[in-house]
């Protein structure tokens, strides 16, 4: 039996990130091969992560970045199955490394492909299962790119938003954060009326039209009342018609005006659970 030290089991934990009886059963196993000991974690990874698979992972971290730029933004979020662990300092980092991954990835799946270390981020995750013994999976992706983008975190990494700007002027850096935050706080559904479902829009109407009924209203009236509702509804779920938090004399877009000829043209929210 090779003997094993401790400065080879602290170089394969810095290597891998496992634990330190993780990393010394691992060499022992593998006669001090580093190479074997490696993949010895990563097999150990996959079992974990096959007997957790259908494990619930709604703690975890969301992170919002951009580029140096400002004119792209991602929002992820890592998921996994405690609070715990989705507070750890090695976790959030590991959720921050990959959204600079994801900055130069066009989707979920090209991100999962990504090289991480010399292991797709796919096969990191499943390392990291392994060495967390919790599933780890990569939960959420939204990718927006504007002449402006700026980004916000809220609740210690429970909710994470972007927002593009039609430019980039005097205040946008301010702006942009202001209207994340808003999106994070009220969860719009839509950025605009356009951009809300037509289901959603048809299921109000009816909603209306019955609470109308209910109230005794005649029927000829019902189409006209409805559409007020609706307008209403707009208000409260479109991030652009909603009243600003920070200001509910005026609508989100009336203060993205307050600094120049700006609209909001995009954003991006995710959250655990």
Do not use: W
Not at 6 to 34: H, P, Q, W, Y
Not at 35 to 63: F, H, N, T, W, Y
Not at 217 to 227: G, R, V
Request: glycine share 8%.
């Amino acid at each position: 039996m090779a003997k094993i030290t401790a400065a080879e089991v602290n170089k394969l934990r810095k290597i891998t990130g496992a634990g330190m009886m993780d990393c010394k059963n691992a060499l022992v196993e593998s006669e001090g091969n580093f190479d074997l000991a490696i993949e010895i974690l990563r097999k150990k990874g996959q079992k974990v992560a096959a007997k957790r698979a259908d494990r619930d992972s709604s703690e975890g971290a969301a992170i919002a970045i951009v580029n140096n730029d400002k004119t792209s933004g991602v929002v992820i979020v890592l998921g996994c199955e405690t609070d715990f662990v989705g507070k750890n300092d090695n976790f959030v980092n590991l959720a921050n490394e990959l959204a600079k991954i994801a900055l130069n990835s066009a989707s979920k799946e090209e991100l999962l492909n990504a090289d991480f270390g010399g292991l797709t981020v796919a096969e990191k995750l499943i390392e990291q299962t392994g060495v967390i013994g919790e599933k780890i999976e990569l939960s959420s992706f939204e990718k927006i790119d504007a002449p402006f983008v700026g980004s916000y975190i809220h609740g210690g990494n429970k909710i994470a938003t972007i927002v593009g700007l039609s430019a980039n002027i005097d205040g946008a850096d301010v702006v942009a954060k202001d209207v994340a935050m808003q999106a994070a706080a009220m969860n719009p559904i839509a950025l605009n009326e356009e951009g809300v479902d037509a289901s959603i829009i048809e299921k109000e109407i009816e909603i209306a039209k019955d609470q109308l009924r209910q109230e005794g209203k005649p029927e000829a009236m019902l189409d006209k009342i409805a559409q007020g509702k609706i307008k209403r509804f707009f208000k409260d779920n479109t991030l652009v018609n909603q009243a600003f938090i920070k200001d509910s004399k005026q609508t989100v877009a009336q203060y993205v005006k307050t600094i120049g000829d700006l609209e909001v043209v995009s954003y991006s929210r995710v959250a655990l659970g």
